[in-house]
Nanobody, 120 residues
Framework: QVQLVESGGGSVQAGGSLTLSCAAS???????LGWFRQTPGKEREGVAR????????YYADFAKGRFTIFHDSHKNTLYLTMKSLKPEDTGMYYC??????????????WGQGTQVTVSS
């Protein structure tokens, strides 16, 4: 059974940084790993994703230039480093694994989520 366990969330001031981690256990036989978030009043949305074939990474427009996704294959851990955080980045961040990690419908496994709060 696949388990995804996130950590690293917390509270920071605007302009600060956080690194989220997602430890994967079990046989993760999926095409991609990714991060999603759900901010207040909005639907869950893709933040960044990593594809095992070709080790490609993609980012949502709001994440480009500020967020970096990284997969450590030896530790089987996915990271999301977030810099220049804004209050609108506040929300619950979820680790995901599936066939299409840009959309909720393409996710097969979810982590429990980790809260990120950015104060102005």
């Amino acid at each position: 059974q696949v388990q995804l366990v996130e950590s690293g969330g917390g509270s920071v001031q605007a302009g600060g940084s956080l690194t989220l981690s997602c430890a994967a256990s079990g046989y993760v036989n999926t095409d991609c790993l990714g991060w999603f978030r759900q901010t207040p009043g909005k639907e869950r949305e893709g933040v960044a994703r990593f594809y095992f074939s070709g080790t490609w990474s993609y980012y949502a427009d709001f994440a480009k230039g500020r967020f970096t996704i990284f997969h450590d294959s030896h530790k089987n851990t996915l990271y999301l480093t977030m810099k220049s955080l804004k209050p609108e980045d506040t929300g619950m961040y979820y680790c995901a694994a599936g066939s299409r990690c840009a959309e909720v419908s393409g996710v097969r496994y979810w982590g429990q989520g980790t809260q990120v709060t950015v104060s102005s």
